[in-house]
Each structure stands twice: as C-alpha cells, then as structure tokens.
DNA sequence: GTTACATTCAATAATTCTATAGAATGATCT
DNA sequence: AGATCATTCTATAGAATTATTGAATGTAAC
C-alpha cells in the first residue's frame, strides 16, 4: 500500500526494544535499575539470576538501547539509559494494569489491602517535606537508601523494623516509601506500623517516580 | 530480599504483554488498527501477511490484552483495546528513537527532509479548522477516511494526488496528514505539492493521536 | 609481572516462537 | 438445509531464545 521495506525496517527495530521487555527477569532487572546504578553481581543478587545469565539479559537490554554501563573499579555499573525508559516501563504497567487478566488476579491477591491503604501522592509529600510536618521513612535495603534517597528521609529496612521501632514519632504522620508502584515493602511496612497503632500512610509509587519528576532527592555524589 | 513468587508472576505478566509488541508484524498490525477496526482480511491484505498469520498475531495480542474484537457479519472485526495502548505504542517509540542506532538509521535515511518539512501541532491545525483559514488534506486510502477523519478534511489519496490536483486550493494553505507519524504519505504529499507551488504542511503525528488527544473528529456510525 | 576477581564470551541442550498448509468452525445467504 | 465464505484451529518444521557450564578477557592490587 504505502510503503514496504524501509517501514517494516521501522517497525522491526520498535520490535528490538520491546523484546528487550519482554522476559520477567529482565523487567525485575528493570525495576533495580531505576532505583540507581547496580554491578551485575548486586543485581545477580538481588533477582537470584546467575552472574552469566544476569550478564547476558543485561547486554541484550543494552543492545536494545535499554540500558548504559560504565566501568567503575573492578565493576561495570549499569543504569538505565534515559528516563523515556521509564516511562516506557509505566506505560507496559498501565496496560497490563487495567486489562490483564492475570496482573489483575496477582494484583487482587498480593495488593488486596491496596485500596485500604490509601497513598499519598508525591506533590503533597513534597509540600509536607518542606514544611517539616511529616516523619519519612524509607524501608527499601540500606544500600538502596544509599544511593538516593527522599529529602529527610530515615531508613529503617522492613526486616529491621520491629527492633528499631522506637526511633518513629506516635504522634506525627509517617510516609512510607520504598521502589515503586509494585514493591511490597512499603505496603508491608504501613500495615505492620498501623497495627501497632502509628499513624502512617504509604507514597504512591516509589523512589524512582518521583526522582523521575524532578522532586528533590539527595544522592550520593561519588564518581 | 523482598519477595519472590507473586512480585515474579507480576513481572511475568507484565513480560507477556512486551511479548504482544516485539515482533515487527504486531507493530504493523497495531498501526493499522490505530486508524480503526478491521477484518483480519483487510489487515492481511495491508500487511502482506497470509490471512492465517494474520489471526494467530491478532489472537496472541487479544491474550495479551492489546486488543479486543466483535464479530460484525462474515467478519471479525479487531480494534485497540484501550488508549493505553497507543500509549504504550508511543513510549515503545521514544525509547527507540531516541537510542536505538538502528531505528535513527532509518530515519535518517528515509525521513531525511522531515526537519525540513516542519510540523504543524494538533492544537494550531485545530484552531485554525475552527477559523476556516486552513484546507485540511486526508492522504490516506479511502477507506481509512470512511471509518474516521478530521473535521472538514477532504480526501485525496496519495495516488490519485496527481489527478485530483484542481480541487486544491492555491492561496489557502493546506494541511496534509495521514496515520501517525511514521507514515510516509503526508510526507510525499508535501513533497509532491511544494514542487507544485502550493503553501502546504504537514499535521505532526497522525489521525490516531488526534482522536487520542480528544479533539473532534467524523466518524462513521454504522453499527 | 603475577594473582585475584568481576564480567563476558562460547558452546550446548531445552524450550519457545514463527510461518505454512490444510482441516474445522461458525455465521450468512439462498 | 445446503452452499459459501471469513476466521480459527491443528500439526509441523525451521528459527530463535533461554539457562547452564566452563573458558577467556580485562582491570586492579600486590
């Protein structure tokens, strides 16, 4: 009809970055990633992928344009390449989200004290920040912590809350906040606190968010 | 560390619909059904693909939640499932324009007066439907205008352009456009007028992301 | 230089995806 | 009811993807 190879090639090159996506262990790299840079040993680690197979899906997500590396010491770091990644990743979310039958089952499963727990949004967080009346707490690991964080932020990891609940104010609200949209922590965390009788809420979506929309956050500032 | 099976199972469905998108076809297929509904026959005609493949794509993106269909007749009619959709088409796009080598290749080559023939944005050409001042042009085959168009468009597809040159005004100024922004034939169209003498540009994107943005748009009302 | 170590490469077997051809289904039309 | 036609299913062969293993590469520390 209109055109023939130099579309197709157009297409078939779209195709390359959406098979990129298109494996679970890579969209949990993913998900790592957009927390900060990560060797392929920490994320080997974290996904319980083999260090070659880890290396491999990390290659071809960089082939795909995905993903940037930089060699720092004895490690490569990888990072996502541009936030359009991100954006990339949300709106496969989005989709899956409001029709996919299976997310949706896992989503009732998992998340069904979701609604019950109602976030809060990032541009309110941002204005309780700034004005000092909310105590913020971020329980994702203290390497994550690490390497950005919420402004004001302390970290308390989910394993180690019950020992150290003594550091969080009863009377002033708490926000919780840990990767993202999908990351269990912080729903954890707010259900084990409310339980306990503190008045805590959970940030929408996580970290990566809202560093993607430009709020301040404080990073760590090594080369 | 966090979690393990249901966040796994969460991913996986989510890799099941980048799955939907990665292959060169599926995109194409998608572009098409961007413009409207269409019979698995009339996406194999378009796309060259054997009615058989054609249905085994539409089927595993209807899976994936891509898509959704309704039986009209002899036909099975196939359209987008959601806005998120194209949505998620777009982000798949950016994320490949903006890195991947292959895909700027391409554009490079094929699109290489697209700087040239600069845009006019949906809000402009919609402001100046509204005043009169503009000719709007529908590149596109004739059926594609049947099933959607812009307001007060006419239709000339590209092929008949040379033949049907009289109907088109040389003092107003004319705005072509065709299915998104990849499709070549608003491009030729421009190309092919401005040699002529005509004062013509080219509407950026195409009819599925005008329709997207809301504005107003002719549509066919069968049932 | 030699050693240690993180990462990547190469080869492989198992699995999954793709396209084709022909049969089966399901709806319309006479 | 039977004929026709669009679509889907089934089976299959070829191609591509995935995870594993062990070797190779390249950097840093001694």
Redesign the interface.
């Known amino acids: ?4 190879s ?14 990129a ?8 790299i993913l ?1 790592q990633l957009a927390q900060g840079e990560r060797s392929v040993e920490g994320l080997a680690d ?1 996904t ?1 992928l083999s260090v070659a197979n880890a290396s491999q899906h990390l290659r071809l997500m960089q082939r ?3 993903l940037a590396s930089r060699r720092e010491g004895k490690h490569v770091l990888y990072r996502l ?2 936030p ?2 991100l ?2 990743v ?7 989200e ?6 949706r089952d ?2 009732g ?2 998340f069904r004290e979701r609604d019950a727990l109602e976030a809060v949004s990032r541009e309110e967080l941002a204005a309780r920040i700034k004005a000092g009346i909310v105590t913020v707490l971020d329980v994702r ?1 203290e390497d994550e912590y690490a390497t950005g964080h919420l402004p004001r932020a302390i970290n308390i990891p ?1 394993r180690e809350l019950s020992r150290r609940l003594r550091k969080l104010p009863k009377r002033r609200e708490i926000v919780a906040y ?2 993202g949209p ?4 912080a729903f954890e965390a707010v259900a084990f606190l409310r339980e306990r009788g503190w008045k805590v809420r959970r940030l929408e979506d996580g970290f990566p968010e809202w560093k993607a929309a430009g709020l301040p956050v404080v990073e760590r500032v090594d080369g």
Chains 1, 2 share one sequence.
């Open positions: 009809m209109s055109s023939y130099p579309k197709r090639a157009l297409f078939d090159s779209f195709a390359e970055v959406a098979k996506l298109s494996h679970g262990s890579r969209l949990e998900e974290r319980g795909a344009a995905l390449s541009d359009s990644v954006h990339l949300a709106a496969l979310r989005k989709v899956a409001s029709k996919h039958a299976a997310a896992v989503i499963g998992y690991p989910l840990c990767r999908y990351c269990v922590l």
